[in-house]
């Protein structure tokens, strides 16, 4: 089992900055990937970025420019650079990671970018 836990969610204006972080623990051993997907209001859960074991990465067309995935000092840790945000951005963003066909996640945190 894996266990996700995010953190740095919150409210900010148009042109702001979030960072979000994501910690594993439990079996963290042969995780592929870790990354982040996001929904917002009334709309399908979509990617947002991802980083594998080889940290390859790979952002959205949609925060291409603006956000930046990054793997923490501990393998277990990555990190979501927001930056330019934009009030479309304003969504409960999730963690997850993939290991051995099965995906993880967390339990979300909320980003709200005001206009």
């Known amino acids: 089992q894996v266990q996700l836990v995010e953190s740095g969610g919150g409210l900010v204006q148009a042109g702001g900055s979030l960072r979000l972080s994501c910690a594993a623990s439990?079996?963290?051993?042969?995780?592929?990937?870790m990354g982040w997907y996001r929904q917002a209001p009334g709309k399908q859960r979509e990617l947002v970025a991802y980083?594998?074991?080889?940290?390859?990465?790979n952002v959205a067309d949609s925060v291409k420019g603006r956000f930046t995935i990054s793997r923490g000092n501990a393998k277990n840790t990555v990190s979501l650079q927001m930056n330019s945000l934009e009030p479309q951005d304003t969504a409960v963003y999730y963690c997850?990671?993939?290991?051995?066909?099965?995906?993880?996640w967390g339990e979300g945190t909320l980003v709200t970018v005001s206009s």
């Open positions: 980083i594998t074991s080889r940290d390859t990465t």
């Open positions: 439990g079996t963290i051993t042969s995780i592929d990937a």
């Open positions: 997850y990671g993939h290991r051995y066909g099965l995906t993880y």
